[in-house]
């Protein structure tokens, strides 16, 4: 199953705008998750793309955001703390509500781990939550920050260095995660818990994956990573984890899987059906499958105009049904009349003038001076085609059913069932 990444932004909780990535399965959305990435990672972060992106391989939409500070949304990360990346999770959550549909799933990696527990019981809507090296506490982070503890309780802040990152460190940072109570949170789950952790994690150790298994309720379940390190680098450990999740959450997606199964019912009724079928999907605003016998595809609408992109738009359709019957009558003929003819490519662009400016109208047409819809076809034919042969061609190319259509006056006749 192929993807699509959506760019997106939206408003953080001290008011920065915050750059997000929407993963979306290229076929039926099974849920929607939320990826938290680490303290010092990004949306972009090789294993949050690569996890996110097999995840959606497998039917679950992920929204990937940066915290306010961090990677390409804006904001002062050293006037934030634990609490406002809880509160640009409720934020994201609250995004996907409100233009997709609620989470059912959300990710946390490391500290990121740490936030999405602490607020899980906010979002009514989730059916699981996964950590992936994730702390037990939200202070555990203090100790990266090593001799520089005693300067920023000092002086109020300093610069530390973390993942080869330098990072504003405010005294009001570590207060809030002295305050934070994740074990507490932990315990008032009532979602399952997927806990996956690396036993050779050595920046988050294995303990943490205990107390935490410890501290939640069933049903929960514990993943250990092998080898993997606490950034989940590798290819192989970043698809396996998208895999478990993938799997552990099908027992959890009752409702989802069921609409999939309804989806999957009546696409084999659909591909019986006469005509060509559309029917919106749900998903974004404007989302539409077409259904033509057992050929299935996406239409949709850029993102400049509210889209997902995940489709040729409406008239780009129009344009390819005309492209597509200029190539395939021009190779009919080329072949009954056993022609050596090249590769036949055809480019159809599409464009409103007002008919007096249109040179190949009627005059009937040029002097009512109303907007027409123009269709410019540039084909290109590979190999040696001489002029007598070219001008035999384009003559071929407007005898093509779609052309005529399109250059006639039809009739579409409409009713509700």
């Known amino acids: 199953m192929g993807i699509s990444s959506q760019k997106i932004t939206f408003d953080g909780s001290r008011g920065a705008e915050l750059s ?4 979306i399965p290229a076929g039926p959305v099974r849920a929607y998750a939320i990826f938290a990435h680490c303290f010092t990672c990004s949306k972009d972060f090789h294993a949050t793309r690569r996890i996110s992106g097999a995840l959606a391989e497998r039917g679950i939409a992920v929204l990937r955001f940066d915290f306010t500070g961090l990677g390409k949304s804006e904001g002062d990360f050293a006037s934030t703390n634990f609490s406002s990346n ?5 934020i994201a959550a609250d995004y996907l509500r409100q233009n997709y549909q609620a989470p059912s799933l959300i990710i946390g990696h490391s500290l990121g781990g740490a936030a999405v527990l602490s607020i899980a019981s906010d979002i009514p809507e989730l059916e699981g939550v996964v950590t992936i090296g994730a702390p037990a506490d939200a202070e555990h982070v203090v100790h990266n920050f090593g001799a520089k503890l005693d300067e920023i309780n000092s002086a109020g802040e300093a610069e530390v260095t973390l993942a080869g990152r330098k990072f504003s460190i405010r005294r009001q940072f570590l207060e809030d995660l002295a305050e934070s109570r994740v074990e507490e949170k932990i315990g008032s789950l009532r979602v399952p818990l997927l806990v996956m952790h690396a036993p050779l994690d050595d920046t988050v150790g294995i303990e943490n994956a205990t107390r935490i298994f410890v501290a939640a309720k069933h ?3 514990f993943i250990s990573l092998d080898k993997a390190d606490h950034f989940v680098s590798g290819v192989r450990d970043a698809n396996f984890v998208a895999g478990m999740i993938a799997q552990w959450s099908d027992r959890y997606l009752d ?23 559309v029917r919106e999907t749900l998903n974004g605003k404007y989302q539409n499958t077409m259904r033509n016998g057992k050929h299935l595809a996406f239409v949709d609408e ?18 390819g ?4 019957c200029t190539s395939i009558t021009m190779r009919m003929y080329a072949n009954f009349k056993k022609l050596d003819v090249g590769r036949i490519s055809v480019r159809v662009v599409h464009n409103k003038k007002h008919a007096k400016d249109c040179e190949t109208c009627t005059r009937e047409q040029r002097d009512s001076n109303a907007k027409i819809d123009v269709f410019e076809r540039i084909i290109t034919v590979e190999g040696d085609v001489d002029s007598q042969l070219e001008e035999k061609l384009l003559e071929i190319a407007d005898k093509c059913p779609v052309h005529k259509t399109l250059e006639k006056s039809s009739v579409v006749e409409t009713r509700i069932e």
């Open 20 to 23: 997000a990535r929407l993963d």
């Open 86 to 90: 809880r509160e640009d999770l409720l």
């Open 219 to 221: 049903p929960k379940s």
């Open 255 to 277: 409702a989802s899987q069921g609409s999939a199964a309804a989806q999957s019912a009546e696409s084999e009724q659909e591909a019986d059906v006469e005509g060509t079928l």
């Open 302 to 319: 850029p993102v400049s105009v509210g889209g997902l992109d995940t489709g040729p738009t409406p008239y780009g359709l129009l344009g």
């Open 321 to 324: 049904a005309l492209g597509a």
